[in-house]
């Protein structure tokens, strides 16, 4: 018959296990989930680059690459908060495959893949959220950011709605993305080509 000291002892080596197993489960990385760097989007080379046109819709949070009535590349994006990114017919003026936040707060932040539709205001890689969270710019994953930049030009028209028919269709397979939970990655590497070098490559950032 076993005496109550060795039951007590057998007792507390499960418990240790138990606690370490516990432990280990709270120490995992970030999960992969439906996050900005998991999204790849297919995209469809146009027949004729003068005939693209993008759209947004901020009240889906959807960016669309088209030609003609053909969808090019569709993804989720993130747009500006109570409004800030604007409605109306704009052209894209100015594009920078490796732009940097130039002004205060958080001078030298990267925003690859940048294309300008008015003073300050691009499509950019940034965290998106599904819900608008920008001052005004729209936010793309990096995968939607690089290949959507490939498809454009200097005077690329960009519409910007509430709402684009194509909401109803493709706009409504696409993933719910939230980068919310994501931390920063390291401030040495945002600040290094390598980052550039990552996106463009399609490798995940490293977080």
């Known amino acids: 018959m076993n005496s109550p000291l060795i039951i007590l002892r057998s007792s507390l080596k499960v418990l240790a296990f138990a606690g370490l197993a516990v ?3 709270q120490c995992k990385t970030v999960k992969s989930g439906h996050y900005g760097h998991d999204f790849d989007p297919p995209v469809t080379q146009p027949t004729n680059i003068n005939n693209v046109k993008v759209k947004i819709s901020t009240g889906a949070g959807r960016i669309y690459a ?3 009535d053909k969808v090019l590349l569709a993804s989720p994006c993130a747009v500006g908060t109570n409004g800030a990114s604007g409605q109306g017919n ?3 003026g100015y594009k920078d495959a490796r732009k940097r936040r130039q002004s205060q707060p958080d001078a030298g932040y990267p925003m690859p893949y ?14 998106v959220k599904p819900y608008p969270c920008t001052h005004g710019c729209i936010r793309l994953p990096m995968n939607t950011a690089r290949k959507l930049f490939a498809l454009t030009k200097v005077g690329t028209p960009l ?5 684009q028919p194509e909401d109803a269709t493709i706009g409504k397979t696409l993933p ?3 980068d919310g939970p994501l931390p920063n990655p390291d401030r040495s590497y945002l600040m290094s080509n390598a980052f550039f070098e990552d996106g463009a490559a399609g490798r995940k950032l490293r977080f």
Do not use: P, R, V
């Open 90 to 92: 704009y052209t894209i």
């Open 176 to 178: 719910t993305i939230d």
């Open 66 to 68: 088209m030609e003609g």
């Open 114 to 127: 940048w294309q300008e539709w008015k003073s300050a205001y691009g499509l950019h890689w940034g965290f």
């Open 159 to 163: 519409n910007i709605s509430s709402s």
């Open 23 to 25: 432990t280990l489960s």
